[in-house]
């Protein structure tokens, strides 16, 4: 059925059909791309980009954060990690001296790449004319990340071949992870950056490896992404003011188009009317309702139903488990009495048969139930619109 609209309200739709199609278009070409680059940068999903990790510690509740800006301008506490990884860039004299200093404040930095050897005076590992492809390394030496992860695997690109510093992992040799202390800070250099790669996340012993680099949660972990090339900038509403009115003045006018068009030509609908019984009223008069009906023992029944069936589910149990198995996985899982659980399972079982079941001796196994139930955390707690 065709609309019959008059001309003015054709111009309406027009203009926001075109202003629509405008941030549309704004939005597909200022949003930044997915990254694929081929190296390690937080940034990037591709094999060796570093992706995975950067989400990882994120996600396991890990201080990390991408590092955007320069050395120099970092404030960078003693208990702080900073991932150099891949450089793609190559330092200034202000940035060397910004990072000996972060050093000798009690830092950690993790080096790795082609181009790590220019951010700090230690002696670095020698290159290798070509690749040896994925070798697994046995750790050299007692530390924390041989403790966790006594094998590593990865792309060797470069080795130590004397122990200039304390080797970790490696062969006779040749070592390909080597630590260094510079004042009271640490130096952490990568024979090659795949240990941290998407691809090399998953090999044998490197997550371990990893995690035991960055250390406990309390740390502070940088992830380098100013020598990848990305930059922190200045928001473009801050750099052109002009912007702001314009958006300002065309979600004006997108809003008042909408609001004009919908006022006047949407359907009309009966307010929607609030319930004459809320939830507390509810479950009052369904208590009165089994205590007329003297159903004590139905009341133990549905609660001990829906606790069962929602503990099974929860823990992956069959419908048709015993009280036993129940109580037995409950406690596996949670710091509860195995005992005192299966006790009252089996109280409830042959209380809801027991038709003269008193009121009290129902409200004591309900309420048991619940307390379970809370401790279990089995169910949602409600809202205050729910109350």
């Given at each position: ?66 590092c ?82 006594p ?19 490696g ?16 130096v ?24 035991s ?14 020598f ?39 359907p ?19 208590g ?10 139905v ?81 949602p ?7």
């Amino acid at each position: 059925m065709p609309l019959n609209l008059s001309p003015q309200d054709r111009r309406l739709i027009f203009v926001a059909g075109a202003l629509f199609l405008v941030c549309t278009l704004l939005a597909i070409f200022l949003s930044p791309p997915e990254s694929s680059a081929q190296f390690a940068t937080s940034y990037s999903s591709a094999s060796e980009g570093a992706k995975a990790a950067y989400l990882l510690l994120q996600e396991s509740g890990y201080g990390v954060e991408r590092c955007s800006r320069r050395p120099a301008e970092l404030n960078n506490p003693p208990n702080t990690v900073l991932i150099l990884a891949d450089p793609q860039e190559i330092p200034d004299e202000t940035d060397k001296a910004a990072l000996s200093r972060f050093l000798s404040n009690g830092g950690t930095l993790v080096l790795a790449g082609e181009l790590s050897p220019l951010f700090v005076s230690e002696i670095a590992p020698v290159p290798s004319p070509v690749s040896l492809g994925w070798k697994t390394f046995a750790a050299q030496a007692p530390s924390l990340q041989a403790l966790n992860a006594p094998e590593i695997r990865l792309d060797t690109a470069a080795s130590w071949q004397s122990a200039t510093g304390v080797p970790l992992y490696g062969e006779e040799r040749s070592y390909t992870v080597m630590q260094y202390a510079h004042g009271r800070g640490t130096v952490l250099w990568l024979a090659s950056s795949s240990v941290l790669s998407n691809a090399g996340l998953k090999e044998s012993g490197n997550l371990d490896f990893l995690l035991s680099t960055v250390g406990n949660k309390s740390r502070r972990i940088l992830w380098d992404e100013y020598f990848h090339g990305y930059r922190a900038a200045v928001p473009a509403g801050s750099a052109h003011p002009q912007l702001k009115w314009l958006f300002g003045q065309l979600g004006f006018v997108a809003v008042a188009v909408l609001l004009t068009f919908s006022r006047r030509s949407g359907p009309q609908r009966a307010p929607r009317g609030d319930s004459r019984l809320s939830p507390l009223e509810y479950v009052r008069a369904l208590g009165q309702l089994y205590e007329h009906a003297r159903a004590a023992n139905v009341a133990v029944d549905v609660a001990y139903e829906r606790f069962r069936y929602t503990a099974e589910k929860r823990l992956g149990l069959r419908p048709s488990a015993t009280s036993a198995e129940l109580a037995q996985a409950v406690a596996d899982r949670w710091p509860v009495d195995r005992e005192d659980l299966r006790s009252l399972l089996e109280s409830c079982e042959s209380a809801r048969f027991f038709e003269d079941l008193s009121q009290k001796e129902a409200l004591v196994l309900v309420q048991r139930l619940h307390n379970y139930s809370v401790v279990l955390k089995l169910f949602p707690e409600p809202t205050k619109e729910g109350r």
